[in-house]
């Protein structure tokens, strides 16, 4: 009984989230300054939709898994082989956010939440709350899924560089007393879009434009 009502929750909380989604997506980008190419825009608008679908794909996987979750613990599966899957798929998604980790490692924030998902899991486990452990292990696996597409997406663009300090400043004009549009942090990857003297013209997978000291990007 509990696990059903910790899955209903669940499934409450994935549903709200994917019908919200638009609420939260990131905010267009300013007009471009003249010396930017307004294709850049485009291009980041393509990436934005793109890791929106990923995310929304996500939600949906997350609604599935509840619902898969809910009709196993009805039909009368066994608490020993409920209990053994959860064991064996908690051990992968470990193995799998490990990786994840390693191939996005500008996600950090990212990879912690996966973790304390599993670490969800492993307390449902400990409990005996077998279907709610198989599902924070699903969330789990999902984001590191979601995290090596994004690594995917970044090894395949040309001009990918990545943050060498750990935090630059990302400006509006190619000089240090143009405003600060954002701050990068190390290892980011960005994508270089031109260049004017020792600055870059960058953007990054998240959607942000501007401009940053070329001496400060490493080669990936």
């Known amino acids: 009984m509990r696990d059903r009502v910790a899955i209903l929750l669940a499934t409450a909380v994935a549903a709200g989230l994917s019908s919200g989604c638009a609420l939260f997506a990131p905010k267009p980008p300013p007009p471009p300054v003249e010396r930017i190419d307004v294709s850049v825009y485009q291009r980041v608008a393509n990436e934005r939709a793109e890791v929106l679908e990923r995310e929304n794909e996500r939600l949906r996987?997350?609604?599935?898994?509840?619902?898969?979750?809910?009709?196993?613990v009805e039909s009368g599966m066994k608490g020993t082989q409920r209990g053994a899957e959860a064991?064996?798929?908690?051990?992968?998604?470990?193995?799998q956010v490990d990786r994840a980790a390693k191939h996005a490692p500008w996600r950090s924030?990212?990879?912690?939440?996966?973790?304390?998902?599993?670490?969800?899991?492993?307390?449902?486990?400990?409990a005996g709350h077998i279907g709610s452990a198989i599902f924070f292990v699903?969330?789990?696996?999902?984001?590191?899924?979601?995290?090596?597409?994004?690594?995917?997406?970044?090894?395949?663009?040309?001009?990918?560089?990545?943050v060498k300090p750990t935090r630059v400043n990302m400006r509006a004009e190619p000089n240090t007393e143009s405003p600060v549009l954002g701050v990068l942090t190390a290892q980011l990857p960005v994508f270089v879009e031109g260049t004017e003297g020792e600055w870059a013209l960058v953007r990054t997978i998240?959607?942000?434009v501007g401009w940053v000291r070329s001496d400060l990007l490493a080669t990936r």
């Open 87 to 95: 064991v064996s798929r908690l051990a992968e998604a470990r193995i």
């Open 109 to 126: 924030s990212t990879v912690a939440e996966a973790r304390k998902k599993l670490d969800e899991a492993e307390r449902q486990l400990e």
């Open 61 to 72: 996987a997350d609604l599935r898994a509840a619902e898969e979750t809910l009709l196993a």
């Open 206 to 208: 998240s959607g942000q």
């Open 138 to 162: 699903s969330r789990a696996s999902r984001i590191a899924a979601g995290l090596d597409a994004e690594a995917d997406l970044v090894n395949r663009s040309p001009g990918a560089r990545n």
